[in-house]
């Protein structure tokens, strides 16, 4: 999904100038046409103003600074669907989980989100005619609780190859939040290298969560995370990828009234996700799913199984 330029081809970007930003990770066009003049100057050493036209001449070449809306269509048109493993989780997300968009699986633990992403890193690299992108996925683990013995189950069910599906995984362990970040932007890097069309973050919140306590690092918190989800947007859009975080729900003991659980990341992470999927336990095995904030879906939930050929449809059920 990448432009054919390089980085050459920007109007005063030299061998040297190139070589200065590779090295800083900003490996194509679209990597520097989403910075900030300030983060390609602080990242290379270029000076400021040369970074300032650097980044307006990539936008120009990947053509997303002003647009006309049929254009806007056009690139919409382009975004695609990856499916979940089950027809009434798809129905509801309106085919499945698209691309250009970040979609938040929101749950208490064991609801299945942890499932949910394993599924679609095997689903994506189904053919197209069976809801795949036949591309690769990069797993984000926060948490270590990827299992590729999981994988393996599952690539079984949807009769892909094991090994196959295996390798066209990506998986990084983060340990903390800075290591976190540090990795989306070297995702361009990543996604320069291999076809990946899916890019996993589980979790999103928690190693945030974990290191920024109390009151006075709040502020500081949220403003990370900001520029976290923003930079995964980023990629979203540019390389026309999903992106699928996971969120636990955080008491919240100062609501009496209403759900007293609410997803972590407050703000900054509901105004940044595309879509919001709430899950939670149903009958036996079932998870049943429920969609917010959908920028033009109808809000409503289906029901869903996880098993060992993970996300399945529940027998019986539909999306309402
Ligand atoms: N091999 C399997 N076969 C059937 N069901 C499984 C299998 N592995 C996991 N599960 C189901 O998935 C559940 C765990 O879900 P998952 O790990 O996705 O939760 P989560 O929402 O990510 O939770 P957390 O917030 O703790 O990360 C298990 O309780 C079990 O019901
Ligand atoms: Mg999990």
């Known amino acids: 999904m990448m432009t054919e330029?390089?980085?050459e081809d920007i109007d005063g970007v030299g061998p040297a100038t190139a070589r200065k930003l590779r090295e800083a990770g900003f490996v194509s066009i679209e990597s520097?046409?989403?910075?900030?003049?300030?983060?390609i100057s602080e990242a290379t050493g270029i000076g400021y103003d040369t970074a300032l036209k650097i980044s307006q001449a990539a936008r120009e070449l990947v053509k997303i600074d002003l647009?006309?809306?049929?254009?806007?269509?056009k690139r919409r048109q382009q975004a695609q669907k990856i499916t979940t493993g089950?027809?009434?989780l798809d129905a509801l997300l309106g085919g499945g989980?698209?691309?250009?968009a970040i979609t938040e699986l929101v749950g208490e633990f064991g609801t299945g989100k942890t499932q949910l992403c394993h599924t679609l890193c095997v689903t994506v690299q189904l053919p197209k005619d069976k809801g795949g992108?036949?591309?690769g996925a990069l797993f984000i683990d926060t948490e270590g609780t990827f299992r590729p013995e999981r994988i393996v189950q599952i690539a079984r069910k949807h009769r892909l190859e094991a090994e196959k599906a295996l390798k066209n995984i990506i998986y990084a362990r983060?340990?903390?939040?800075?290591?976190q970040v540090l990795l989306v932007d070297k995702a361009w890097e990543i996604c320069s290298q291999h076809p990946i069309r899916l890019i996993i973050v589980d979790s999103l919140t928690s190693q945030f969560r974990g290191e920024y306590l109390g009151r006075e690092a709040l502020a500081l918190r949220q403003q990370r995370l900001n520029g976290h989800v923003h930079k995964l947007l980023k990629l979203a859009e540019a390389l026309n990828l999903a992106v699928v975080v996971t969120n636990q729900v955080v008491a919240n003991p100062g609501q009496f009234f209403g759900d007293p659980n609410k997803p972590a990341g407050g703000n900054v992470v509901a105004h940044a996700s595309t879509y919001r999927l709430f899950l939670r336990k149903g009958k036996e095995n079932t998870r049943v799913a429920c969609l917010f904030d959908a920028p033009h879906l109808p809000y409503g939930e289906a029901s869903f199984l996880v098993g060992e050929g993970g996300v399945v449809d529940s027998p019986g059920s539909e999306s309402s």
């Open 5 to 7: 330029c390089s980085l």
């Open 32 to 39: 520097l046409a989403v910075a900030t003049a300030f983060e």
């Open 67 to 73: 647009v006309t809306a049929d254009e806007v269509l």
């Open 86 to 88: 089950s027809k009434a």
């Open 97 to 100: 989980i698209e691309t250009q």
């Open 133 to 135: 992108l036949e591309a």
């Open 174 to 179: 983060v340990y903390n939040s800075d290591h």
